[in-house]
């Protein structure tokens, strides 16, 4: 089973926002799974799922 993976474009668009928040969420801490490969930042698919998950169950308010 191969993980699928976001940029950070990718992860913005998907959260309705802009690239430089989705890099200050990484920067706080606040989005799990953020990784570099080379020159890009990459979130699987998974982890993100999850934390919706998460998010949710706790009220929050992810997008």
Do not use: C, F
């Not at 706080?28 to 169950?57: C, F, H, N, S």
Request: proline share 5%; hydrophobic share 35%.
């Amino acid at each position: 089973m191969s993980t699928r993976y976001l940029t950070t474009k990718e992860v913005a668009e998907r959260y309705r926002t802009v690239p430089s928040t989705v890099r200050y969420w990484k920067h706080i801490g606040y989005i799990p799974g953020a990784m570099k490969r080379g020159r890009q930042t990459l979130y699987p698919v998974d982890v993100l799922d999850r934390w919706d998950a998460e998010q949710l169950e706790a009220g929050g308010n992810a997008a």
